[in-house]
């Protein structure tokens, strides 16, 4: 398997597959360093902190600290009417990925937004042991009903946030009413062949992560990798609920970029699932890498306004 080249923000998202195909153990290192730096001056993280129940005006992100099973979860929410957007990051990212989308998005809808940071990133307390899905979505779930959203979801998720995003709606369909996938995790991928060949590739970035475990980029590829394969193979037969419409956008060079059948595979599987239900689409970004929010946005910004106008 061809081998590809990641920068650090390409690192960050590739960590929902977790695609790092090419990263030494110095890359890992200098990434953690840039992700300290960014979390200390993000937008989110100079917001007051809020009790649950209270929202932040129109424009403002309010900090709410939520529990779930003995960990705190940051969750940020910025005032609105109408249905409520969630935006989730994919792998190793926090809220602040989003800064620059929720302004324009909120200025466009004038919904109320919400962004959070998933256990171990950003201002939520870690969880020891292998990344759990199901522990992901339960922190979702818990934070979002703890803030009094239970229904008029339109749940954006980039990356590894679409396997939480699978299996909140599976098993909540009530609680979403429409969905935008960003070059999204999805389930048809994960053939027993294709987990074979992205534990392989990842086997020597894991290793060296492994010499520094203390670093926070580190620590979640390692608890990541270690409940890779098991966890993917149950993901390969999870399905989306038919009564929930969800818009899937794949980027052309996908978190694979440097290994053309495995991009091929990831696009394979966008196709394979906007297929397989009703009220689905498929939306190409064109030249786009594996962070599409970052080099798409007016294309990201144009589905969400699409799906909570037709469903909100």
């Known amino acids: 398997m061809t081998r590809p080249r990641l920068s650090c923000r390409r690192i960050r998202g590739a960590m929902s597959g977790i695609v790092l195909l090419a990263v030494t153990a110095g890359v890992v290192t200098a990434c953690a360093d840039e992700e300290s730096s960014a979390h200390t001056s993000s937008a989110f993280s100079a917001s007051a902190s809020a009790t649950p129940g ?18 705190r979860l940051a969750f940020h929410v910025t005032g609105g009417s109408g249905p409520v957007i969630v935006l989730d990051a994919g792998g190793g990212e926090d809220s602040s990925y989003w800064k620059d989308v929720v302004p324009k998005l909120h200025t466009a809808t004038g919904a109320k ?69 960003v070059d999204a995790s999805l389930p048809p991928l994960y053939t027993d062949e294709e987990i074979a060949r992205i534990v392989a590739a990842n086997q020597p970035a ?72 009703p009220n689905r689409a498929l939306v190409t970004a064109t030249g786009s890498s594996h962070d599409v929010p970052k080099d798409r946005p007016a294309l990201v910004l144009k589905e969400i306004e699409k799906m909570a106008t037709t469903q909100g």
């Open 54 to 71: 209270t929202h932040g005006t129109a424009g403002v992100a309010k900090l709410h600290m939520i529990e779930n099973e003995g960990h």
């Open 206 to 277: 894991v290793d060296a992560a492994k010499k520094e475990p203390s670093k926070p980029q580190n620590k979640q590829m390692i608890s990541t990798a270690e409940s890779y394969a098991p966890m993917h193979k149950a993901y390969h037969q999870v399905s989306w609920p038919d009564t929930v419409p969800a818009t899937v956008i794949v980027s052309e060079k996908t978190p694979f970029d440097g290994s053309p059948e495995d991009a091929q595979r990831w696009r394979d599987a966008a196709a394979t699932f906007a297929r397989q239900g």
């Open 113 to 181: 937004i919400i962004t959070y940071d998933r256990a171990g990133l950003g201002q939520s307390e870690a969880v020891a042991g292998p990344w759990q899905v199901e522990l992901a979505v339960s922190d979702l779930k818990t934070g979002l009903r703890k803030l009094g959203v239970t229904r008029d979801v339109i749940l954006v998720s980039h990356s590894q946030a679409g396997e939480i995003a699978t299996y909140l709606t599976k098993q909540n369909p009530g609680l979403v009413s429409g969905s935008v996938l």
